[in-house]
């Protein structure tokens, strides 16, 4: 069993930075590949990046490449998701995820966290 809590979200003018954690409590989170995903309103649940769990492997979907960048400290159970440049289209819910087996991206997470709101201001 893991928990993820997210942190970091909040209001952010067009332009401006973020970044989100994700601790990781219960089984250590090197042993799962993580990701973020988001949801804004109205629309689907949206996989934005992820990570393999040594690190060394990492996806963003086309929209974030070059402005976000996904890490993780597996020494302390933490990912990252770091926002530049933000637009107000990134507006969403962003959840932290986790799974055991990630042979694809998106993958299919076995835990949820329950998400942190990120705002961007035009």
């Known amino acids: 069993q893991v928990q993820l809590v997210e942190s970091g979200g909040g209001l952010v003018q067009a332009g401006g930075s973020l970044r989100l954690s994700c601790a990781a409590s219960?089984?250590?989170?090197?042993?799962?590949?993580m990701g973020w995903f988001r949801q804004a309103p109205g629309k689907e649940r949206e996989f934005v990046a992820g990570?393999?769990?040594?690190?060394?492997?990492?996806y963003n979907i086309d929209s974030v490449k070059g402005r976000f960048t996904i890490s993780r400290d597996n020494a302390k159970n933490t990912v990252y998701l770091q926002m530049n440049s933000l637009k107000p289209e990134d507006t969403a819910v962003y959840s932290c995820?986790?799974?055991?087996?990630?042979?694809?991206?998106?993958?299919?997470?076995?835990?949820w966290g329950q998400g942190t709101q990120v705002t961007v201001s035009s």
């Open positions: 990570i393999r769990r040594s690190g060394l492997i990492t």
């Open positions: 219960g089984r250590t989170c090197s042993a799962y590949a």
């Open positions: 995820a986790a799974a055991l087996f990630a042979s694809t991206w998106p993958f299919d997470p076995d835990y």
